[in-house]
């Protein structure tokens, strides 16, 4: 996203009263700008084309074409945009997939609108945001699929980490930004970055829920 212009917004929702509300509170903010809407996954690809959207709020359960199809085809094109799945749904098999499908953000319809809006600006400045219930569902998830061998295996890839690569990667499994991490470590967000990237490296992860996935299974929690 460029400096100085708003993050522009493509809403995928079937559902008109949501698509509506969405575009109502998110109009409110300066900073945010709705550039179209899409009834299903197809129309979000050709409107993706045609807009150019920063982030595109993407439905799960839509008609022709899911939401979980067409975050693949978004993310497979030379230039992706940020992508935060929006659903009733809670159930972690649809975390996962849309988590896999190399979405940015998880968000449950019911979640607050300050939380929306916040989480909208912090995908777009390239961090990843999932919602506390959704964090909490996949560290149950994994947490009933292993035992002593997932704990020791945790263990033994932290074990890696430099020490400050350690305090990096308890503040992600806190759910912490990297501005937060940056201020409560007293160091610049550009070094935290640095770290953040090594973490990734040494513990072969992808994103920052497997950060915390891991941080979990070592606690042996």
């Known amino acids: 996203m460029s400096q100085g212009r708003p993050t522009r917004i493509l809403i995928a929702e079937d559902d008109g009263i949501v698509r509506a509300g969405l575009r109502m509170m998110l109009e409110g903010h300066h900073d945010l700008d709705v550039v179209g809407e899409a009834v299903d996954g ?3 690809l050709r409107q993706f084309d045609a807009l150019s959207p920063d982030v595109v709020l993407m439905d799960i359960r839509m008609p022709r074409m899911d939401g979980l199809e067409a975050t693949r085809a978004l993310m497979s094109g030379p230039r992706p945009p940020r992508v935060i799945v929006l659903t009733t749904f809670d159930a972690d098999a649809y975390i996962v997939e849309a988590l896999g499908a190399g979405a940015d953000g998880f968000l449950l319809k019911d979640t607050a609108p300050p939380e929306i809006v916040a989480a909208i600006r912090r995908v777009a400045a390239g961090e990843p945001m999932l919602s506390p219930a959704v964090i909490r569902t996949l560290l149950t998830r994994f947490r009933d699929s292993g035992g ?18 350690s305090d990096i990667a308890l503040g992600i499994s806190r759910g912490l930004a990297n501005t937060e991490i940056a201020a409560e470590l007293h160091l610049s967000v550009t070094t935290v970055k640095g770290h953040v990237t090594h973490v990734f490296e ?12 891991c941080v979990h299974d070592a606690s042996g929690a």
Do not use: F, P, S
């Not at 002593?148 to 690569?165: F, N, Y």
């Open 42 to 44: 197809r129309e979000a």
């Open 148 to 165: 002593h061998r997932r704990a020791r295996a945790a263990q033994l890839r932290l074990a890696t980490l430099t020490r400050r690569e």
């Open 202 to 213: 040494k513990l072969g992860v992808t994103n920052r829920v497997q950060v915390a996935i």
